[in-house]
């Protein structure tokens, strides 16, 4: 009897690798935020315009991730990382010689391909992993080296800029672009190996991912969780330095315990994912950041406001994406595992798109006369969507035909 060869499996790339690739963009969004209020001063601009590096770098990232799951789908996840990271650097150093803030703003656009390397390092996890449940764990490994990037970009950023000046943070992420280039170059094979025959071919399998009410939960689920957190992004600059008077590198400092919060929710992703399921995580996740916005308002009730009362509890918001999004988005790439590289993307531009709606608002509302519970409120809000989100996959799983996304459970 002849048998056919199986195909090997593809090569799982080093997890310092996908931690590389996925940072990329959280560099790019968290790096400069201490410097806002000092680029609005250069450009001689409000800080509702400035504010727009932050809200439409997450809209370019949004489109960005909506289309680059399908092409990874069609050409391979290699080449359109290599590519994505190269346009990343090329802006990034554009950026350094804008001489007006439209051109800024135009290189920050740009800098959204690094959107690639978080989309395609998830789809790149599920192209190697079979296991759901071992693909949250790796993915929550991924996220916990990624949360270094928030946690030390502001406090560099914040020093860069009062010693250098703003455009120091942007030499430093050149700096770490090439860095990513050369290491996807040498160390990540191509994973991908049943490619589509189109993109429109490809782009036709958007109703399938469409018609799973699971998807639909994860995503919202991770939308609403990371909302909180884009809010912050959003709206604590004016916070930190407007009303409460903190300086860039303090800003950084403080902003660190967030990231600290975002490095234990991972970790505990990574021991619990396994035993107690991703649907369960995900909705504990949503529990813990909701109180990053119900804590500053309780203090506020009292006259309590210091930077810590602000940027403590929103250590809160970083421990509950920990233990949210590694799950929300094992859940989404698995429901159609050969439409990994789609869900991620779709799944992600739908994540942004909410993160990039609330940034907007937050820096938007906020003003010396409302002070900052706008932020507060609109944190919690966030968190309690993300709640109703984790309750509706938990309920749509237990229905007929849509098994719990549980240890032993199946997409």
């Known amino acids: ?49 400035i504010q727009l590096l932050v809200s439409l770098y997450l809209v370019a990232t949004a489109f960005i991730q909506l289309v680059v ?4 789908d069609r050409f391979g996840r290699r080449p359109v990382l290599l590519a994505g990271v190269s346009i990343f650097a090329l802006s990034t150093i554009a950026a350094i010689y804008a001489p007006t803030f439209e051109i800024l703003l135009a290189c920050r656009l740009m800098q959204s391909t690094a959107a690639a390397g978080l989309v395609l390092s998830r789809a790149v996890v599920r192209d190697t992993v079979t296991n759901m449940e071992d693909a949250a764990s790796r993915i929550g490994y991924v996220t916990m080296g990624m949360s270094l990037m928030p946690m030390i970009g502001p406090i560099i950023g914040g020093y860069l800029d009062e010693i250098y000046g703003w455009k120091s943070t942007f030499l430093l992420t050149f700096c770490f672009a090439l860095v990513t280039l050369v290491v996807v170059f040498a160390d990540l094979s191509e994973t991908h190996k049943t490619r589509t025959t189109s993109m429109l ?27 909180a957190f884009f809010a912050f992004l959003g709206g604590g600059p004016f916070v930190a330095t407007e009303l409460l008077g903190m300086s860039p590198a303090s800003y950084g400092v403080y902003f660190g315990l967030i990231s600290v919060g975002y490095m234990a929710g991972n970790y505990l992703s990574v021991r619990f994912s396994r035993e107690k399921g991703v649907n369960r995580m995900m909705l504990w996740g949503s529990v813990v950041g909701m109180l990053s916005g119900l804590i500053p308002l309780v203090l506020l009730a009292f006259g309590i406001f210091t930077p810590l009362s602000v940027f403590a509890p929103a250590a809160f918001a970083g421990i509950g994406n920990g233990m949210a999004l590694p799950n929300a988005n094992a859940g989404m790439v698995s429901v159609r595992p050969h439409l990994a590289g789609s869900a991620a993307g779709l799944g992600g531009t739908l994540n942004i798109a909410c993160g990039a709606v609330l940034a907007f608002l937050a820096g938007a509302v906020l003003t010396r006369e409302s002070g900052p519970m ?24 237990r229905q007929a035909g849509e098994p719990d996304m549980t240890p032993g459970g199946h997409p």
């Open 374 to 397: 706008p932020l507060f409120v609109i944190m919690a809000a966030s968190m309690a969507a993300s709640i109703a989100s984790s309750a509706y996959v938990m309920r749509v799983a």
């Open 1 to 49: 009897m002849t048998h056919t060869a199986e195909p090997p499996s593809p090569v799982q790339p080093r997890i310092i690798t996908l931690v590389l690739i996925a940072s990329a963009g959280a560099l790019a969004m968290n790096i400069f935020l201490p410097s806002l209020p000092s680029m609005a001063r250069h450009f001689e601009v409000e800080y509702s315009v």
């Open 69 to 72: 799951g399908p092409l990874s």
């Open 201 to 227: 071919a490809q782009m036709k399998t958007y109703p399938e991912l469409f018609r799973s009410r699971r998807f639909w939960g994860y995503s919202a689920t991770a939308g609403f969780s990371s909302g």
